[in-house]
């Protein structure tokens, strides 16, 4: 593809041979990959599959050392600033400040992300507003539940209008109930503005409630890519007929069949379950 169709092909995001190495370990292998205006994109997989990394390189945290990585056309590598000014990011880990309130957590980002002055304070009360935080927002953050701070994180990626925005583990930790809050307020969003979502999640239920589309990555590439109902049905499909008693494939059991059963091999590092499980203690 030469670079005017890249940048014209409607395309959100587009990962063209992506690479991304940690000394000998290759964590994302030639990734291809390709995500719709509009859609919510799901990226599934086990610890340790890359998809963490493949997000930081489209935000611009990691460089793009191999291959082509473009947001709404602009080329990660060499503009990062026009694709950062386009994104919002809710990372794994906590990034609100227990010693701040709601409302000043959302403005330090509002700044951060370069929200113009005369527009910082209606931008801060519509984030807030979106995931429901209004009456709550002069609360210092310490105060808040699990479900509350995530959607917290999320006015703080909000907050700058993003075209796109990214969510790695948005519901890490939380209680069914605090999950479907946040997903709530992320599809009100979207209908509101139509952005685009790009997600990876653990939770084979939301994947297949709120996801468009769904890429199943395994050691650094993509193995699976399509629908909730299409993967299952591709998985039905190779498994035969079957007897009037056994429950259809669910897209755990795709997840399975992808990742096989190297998934001991494939855990993360010591570093990785702490940061996780610190994580998730401190939401819930």
């Not at 609360?139 to 006015?155: D, P, Q, W």
């Amino acid at each position: 593809m030469s670079d005017d169709d890249a940048a014209n092909d409607g395309a959100a995001v587009r990962c063209d041979g992506l690479e991304y190495a940690f000394g000998q370990t290759r964590a994302v292998d030639g990734l291809d990959l390709a995500v719709a205006t509009g859609e919510v994109f799901g990226l599934l997989g086990p610890n340790g599959a890359g998809k963490t990394t493949a997000i930081r390189c489209i935000t611009t945290l990691l460089p793009v050392p191999a291959g082509r990585v473009r947001v709404f056309g602009h080329d990660a590598a060499k503009e990062r600033m026009a694709v950062r000014r386009l994104l919002g990011y809710v990372p794994q880990q906590l990034s609100a400040d227990s010693g701040l309130t709601g409302r000043e957590n959302v403005a330090l980002f509002a700044r951060v992300f370069d929200v113009p002055r005369k527009e910082l304070a209606r931008r801060v009360e519509q984030a807030l507003y979106a995931v429901g935080l209004t009456e709550s927002a002069d609360r210092m953050a310490k105060t808040y539940s699990g479900g509350m701070i995530r959607r917290l994180e999320l006015a703080q990626a909000l907050v700058s209008a993003p075209r796109l925005l990214m969510l790695d583990e948005p519901t890490i930790g939380l209680d069914p109930i605090a999950r479907t809050s946040v997903w709530e307020h992320i599809n009100a969003v979207r209908r509101a503005t139509g952005m685009t979502v790009l997600v990876t999640t653990h939770h084979m239920d939301e994947a297949d409630q709120y996801c468009d589309r769904l890429a199943l990555m395994h050691r650094g590439r993509i193995r699976a890519l399509g629908t909730p109902e299409g993967l299952k049905a591709e998985l039905r499909e190779r498994r035969g007929p079957s007897g009037p008693d056994d429950p259809p494939p669910t897209l755990e059991d795709v997840f399975r069949d992808v990742a096989g059963r190297g998934l001991d091999s494939q855990g993360g590092d010591f570093r990785d379950v702490r940061s996780t499980r610190r994580t998730a203690t401190r939401l819930g």
